[in-house]
């Protein structure tokens, strides 16, 4: 009986810890100092569906470009591989994905038209992604397009440099 008492008494001695208000005298330091106008982050996903979720990517001149691509599905690379393949002004994405689909060696990239990809990210399965960093290219717009065998018809797009 006398440890129940207590042990009630016990419980009104809770206290709620004090704010501490006007005591933060330290100054956070400066976030390290990047020039971010100098880099264009973009992230992309691809997903089960065979599709991308940009279909328009905007950089600036000169910027570096750092990108990730992330593949949000669950499937395997196998059956629905994604990458991120950037084209030279000009190039035929047709004749790039027919060349891509034979291809199976070396990432469904094809090694015949490597003038006409400026830069990819791996292929990627469910749950996997790949960042790549390059410098965006000269002005004007491109496209880009997933070079695994028949996605290109749904999975492509402008990169558009300004
Ligand atoms: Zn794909």
Known sequence: MAALAISCGDNKKEKEPEMQIGTQEEVAAPAETTNDSNEAVVTIEGNDQMKYN???????????????????????????????????????????????????DTDYIPADMADKILVHTKMLGGGESDTIEFEAPAPGTYEFMCTFP?????MHGKFIVE
């Open 54 to 104: 940009k279909t328009e990517i905007r950089v600036k001149a000169g910027q570096k470009v750092k990108l990730t691509l992330t593949h949000v599905g669950t499937m395997d690379k196998s059956v629905m591989g994604h990458n991120w393949a950037l084209l030279a002004q000009g190039a035929d994405m047709a004749a790039i994905g027919q060349a891509a689909a034979s291809a199976a």
């Open 150 to 154: 028949g996605h290109y018809a749904l």
